[in-house]
Nanobody, 114 residues
Framework: VQLVESGGGLVQPGGSLRLSCAAS????????MSWYRQAPGKERELVAA????????NYADSVKDRFTISRDNAKNTVYLQMNSLKPEDTAVYFC????????WGKGTLVTVSS
């Protein structure tokens, strides 16, 4: 099982990034997928989640109307489009797959700074 995140980096406040998470080794379409983040000195928190069929999503209040989660089951990939980024969005972003078990990626660092 592998979840490999990509797309992180340094961006100025107000900018955008698109994270990707490529999955392999399990039946991707059967799993709910989520993005979590962990800022320095803070606990890991849920950012956004999408059901296995892709029709239902939910977001942390802090990112609503700025972030969009989506998935492509044909490509075994989940995305997180992040717009209007703020310094407080700085964190390591982790991909998560959940059904009866949880799988985690190693994370990708997003730094929002001028």
């Amino acid at each position: 099982v592998q979840l490999v995140e990509s797309g992180g980096g340094l961006v100025q406040p107000g900018g955008s990034l698109r994270l990707s998470c490529a999955a392999s080794g399990f039946t991707f379409s059967s799993y709910a997928m989520s993005w979590y983040r962990q800022a320095p000195g803070k606990e890991r928190e849920l950012v956004a989640a999408i059901r296995n069929a892709g029709g239902s999503t939910n977001y942390a209040d802090s990112v609503k109307d700025r972030f969009t989660i989506s998935r492509d089951n044909a490509k075994n990939t989940v995305y997180l489009q992040m717009n209007s980024l703020k310094p407080e969005d700085t964190a390591v972003y982790f991909c998560n797959a959940q059904r009866t078990v949880n799988f985690w990626g190693k994370g990708t660092l997003v730094t929002v700074s001028s």
